[in-house]
T-cell receptor
Framework: AQSVSQHNHHVILSEAASLELGCNYS??????LFWYVQYPGQHLQLLLK??????LVKGIKGFEAEFIKSKFSFNLRKPSVQWSDTAEYFC??????????FGTGTRLLVSP | DAGVTQSPTHLIKTRGQQVTLRCSPK?????VSWYQQALGQGPQFIFQ???????QRGNFPDRFSGHQFPNYSSELNVNALLLGDSALYLC?????????????FGSGTRLTVV
C-alpha cells in the first residue's frame, strides 16, 4: 500500500528565510506527486504536481519541488517565505486515476 | 471560490444518528471522491464515485455509504454516528479523462458528533 511521510510536523520561520519541507513516499511503480496547501479557514489548494518529465516542478506563489526517484522523495522548497505563506502543507501521491494518499501535513508559521 | 460546493458547512449530530453530506463538483468534472480529515491529520480517502458507481473504497466501515447522481453531484451518508466520526469531510472532484490532474477540493463540512 502507498504511504506518504512528512518529516516536519511544525516549522517556524522568519520572513525571507528559505523553506524546505520533506516528503517521502513508498510505492515502487509510477506515481503522480502533489503538494497541497490549506490556508487557515480555506479549502485545500493545489500548489504543484509532478506527473512526468522535468523532475523540478514549479508551482504557484514561488514554490517548487524536486522529484528524486532514487530517494522516493518530493521535497517542497521556497527561497524566501512570506507571512502569507503561513498554512498547512500536505504532500500526496496517487497512481493513475486512483485515490490520493496524503501525508499528515506540516504546519508552517512565518513570523513577520 | 473552490469550484466544488459542499453543504452544509457545519453540522452537529448526536451519537447513533445518521447524517447526509452533499457535494456539487466543479463544472466539467465527473469524478467525485470523499475524504475524512480528523484534527491534526491528513485527509483519508473514503470512496470515489464515477458514472454513478462506487469505483474505489478506502478503509472505512459500511456505515459510510454514498451516491452519485446523473448530474455528477454526490452524497455521503454516515449511519450510527460515533464520536470518532467527528471530522472535516472533504469532497474532491476531477475530470476522469485527464491523467495526473489531481483533484479540486471543496471547503468541507465540519461534522461534530456529541
Amino acid at each position: 500500500a502507498q504511504s506518504v511521510s512528512q518529516h516536519n510536523h511544525h516549522v517556524i520561520l522568519s520572513e525571507a528565510a528559505s523553506l524546505e519541507l520533506g516528503c517521502n513516499y513508498s510505492y515502487g511503480g509510477t506515481v503522480n506527486l502533489f503538494w497541497y496547501v490549506q490556508y487557515p479557514g480555506q479549502h485545500l489548494q493545489l500548489l504543484l504536481k509532478y506527473f512526468s518529465g522535468d523532475p523540478l516542478v514549479k508551482g504557484i506563489k514561488g514554490f517548487e519541488a524536486e522529484f528524486i526517484k532514487s530517494k522516493f522523495s518530493f521535497n517542497l522548497r521556497k527561497p524566501s517565505v512570506q507571512w502569507s505563506d503561513t498554512a498547512e502543507y500536505f504532500c500526496a501521491v496517487n497512481t493513475g486515476f486512483q485515490k490520493l494518499v496524503f501525508g499528515t501535513g506540516t504546519r508552517l508559521l512565518v513570523s513577520p | 471560490d473552490a469550484g466544488v460546493t459542499q453543504s452544509p458547512t457545519h453540522l452537529i449530530k448526536t451519537r447513533g444518528q445518521q447524517v447526509t453530506l452533499r457535494c456539487s463538483p466543479k463544472s466539467g468534472h465527473d469524478t467525485v471522491s470523499w475524504y475524512q480529515q480528523a484534527l491534526g491529520q491528513g485527509p483519508q480517502f473514503i470512496f470515489q464515485y464515477y458514472e454513478e458507481e462506487e469505483r474505489q473504497r478506502g478503509n472505512f466501515p459500511d456505515r459510510f455509504s454514498g451516491h452519485q447522481f446523473p448530474n455528477y453531484s454526490s452524497e455521503l451518508n454516515v449511519n450510527a454516528l460515533l464520536l470518532g466520526d467527528s471530522a472535516l469531510y472533504l469532497c474532491a472532484s476531477s475530470p476522469e479523462v485527464v491523467q495526473g490532474y489531481g483533484y479540486t477540493f471543496g471547503s468541507g463540512t465540519r461534522l461534530t458528533v456529541v
